[in-house]
C-alpha cells in the first residue's frame, strides 16, 4: 500500500554539499516519508515539464538564493528557476496542488503573488520561539503543535508586507510572519521544520560568515541546543498526512 502512494516533490536549488545531503535525509525522514516516496528536482540543474497529477504534493526547499536580488544580481540559473517556478505556483494555485513552502519558498511564493520581502527581519542561524495566531489554532498543519513552540531559522530576507490572500498562522518575535496559508493547499513557513539539532550545526559549519559572524559560531551552538524544536516537525507530517495520495 505505502509503495504505491504518489510521492512528494522536493524541489531545491543547492550544489552539491553537507547543507544538501542533510536536507535530503532529514526532509523526508521528518516527513514520514520514505525515500521512494519524494522525487527531487533540482532547479539549479534540471526544469522539468511536470505532470501534477503523478504527485501528492511539493515542498519548495530553502535555498543560498536570494528572491529578492536585482535580477542584474542573480545567476543565470537563478533567473530561470525562479521563471520555472512563478509557473509552477500558477499550476499549483489554480489546480489546489499542495505546496508546503520552506524559507526560500515563503519568499518566492509571497513576491509571485505581490507582497514584499526584505532583509528588515533577516534572522542570523537561532531557534526562536513561534506563536499561533486564532488562525493558526484552527488549520490543519498546525494540529498537535502547543500555541507556543520553538524551530529554527537563519535567512537574509523575511516578509515584509502579504501578498494577498495570504493569512498569518505563526508569528515570531522579532519576525513577525514565520507561517501563512493561501487558500486549501498552499502553506509556506519562514522557519525549517526540517532542521534538528545535527541538520542545524550543519549550517552553522557551512555560513559561517554568510548568515553570521564567525567568531559566533559557539554562541550560536549553544543557543541552538537550548530549545526543544521537535513540535515543529508536525507542521511536515500533518501536511503529508492530509495529502498523501
Given at each position: 500500500m505505502v509503495g504505491m502512494t504518489k510521492p512528494?516533490?522536493?524541489?531545491t536549488s543547492?550544489?552539491?554539499?553537507?547543507?544538501?545531503?542533510?536536507?535530503?535525509?532529514?526532509?523526508?525522514?521528518?516527513?514520514?516519508?520514505?525515500?521512494?516516496?519524494?522525487?527531487?528536482?533540482?532547479?539549479?540543474?534540471?526544469?522539468p515539464d511536470l505532470d501534477l497529477s503523478e504527485y501528492s504534493g511539493a515542498f519548495v526547499c530553502g535555498s543560498p538564493w536570494d528572491a529578492n536580488a536585482d535580477?542584474?544580481?542573480?545567476?543565470?540559473r537563478q533567473v530561470r528557476a525562479e521563471a520555472w517556478l512563478r509557473?509552477?505556483?500558477?499550476?499549483?494555485?489554480?489546480?489546489?496542488?499542495?505546496?508546503?513552502?520552506?524559507?526560500?519558498?515563503?519568499?518566492?511564493?509571497?513576491?509571485?503573488?505581490?507582497?514584499?520581502?526584505?532583509?528588515?527581519h533577516g534572522?542570523?542561524?537561532s531557534g526562536i520561539a513561534l506563536t499561533k495566531t486564532d488562525a493558526g489554532r484552527e488549520d490543519p498543519l498546525l494540529e498537535g503543535t502547543p500555541d507556543r513552540f520553538h524551530s529554527y531559522v537563519g535567512h537574509h530576507e523575511a516578509v515584509r508586507e502579504l501578498?494577498?490572500?495570504?493569512?498569518?498562522?505563526?508569528?515570531?518575535?522579532?519576525?513577525?510572519?514565520?507561517?501563512?496559508?493561501?487558500?486549501?493547499?498552499?502553506?509556506?513557513?519562514?522557519?525549517?521544520?526540517?532542521?534538528d539539532l545535527d541538520g542545524v550545526n550543519v549550517r552553522i559549519d557551512q555560513y559561517a560568515g554568510r548568515y553570521y559572524p564567525v567568531e559566533k559560531a559557539e554562541a550560536i551552538r549553544?543557543?541552538?541546543?537550548?530549545?526543544?524544536?521537535?513540535?515543529?516537525?508536525?507542521v511536515l507530517q500533518?501536511?503529508?498526512?492530509?495529502?498523501?495520495?
Open positions: 512528494f516533490l522536493m524541489l543547492r550544489d552539491d554539499g553537507p547543507v544538501l545531503a542533510a536536507e535530503c535525509a532529514d526532509l523526508p525522514r521528518f516527513s514520514g516519508l520514505t525515500p521512494d516516496q519524494v522525487r527531487q528536482v533540482r532547479m539549479e540543474r534540471e526544469l535580477d542584474h544580481l542573480k545567476e543565470e509557473s509552477f505556483y500558477d499550476r499549483a494555485l489554480g489546480e489546489s496542488f499542495p505546496i508546503l513552502g520552506l524559507c526560500y519558498g515563503l519568499g518566492t511564493l509571497t513576491l509571485h503573488l505581490g507582497g514584499v520581502i526584505d532583509t528588515h534572522e542570523e542561524i501578498a494577498p490572500g495570504m493569512q498569518v498562522l505563526l508569528a515570531g518575535d522579532d519576525t513577525p510572519i514565520q507561517m501563512v496559508r493561501v487558500g486549501e493547499a498552499a502553506w509556506a513557513t519562514q522557519f525549517h521544520p526540517e532542521m549553544a543557543q541552538v541546543a537550548s530549545v526543544d524544536t521537535d513540535p515543529s516537525r508536525l500533518n501536511f503529508v498526512r492530509r495529502f498523501q495520495r
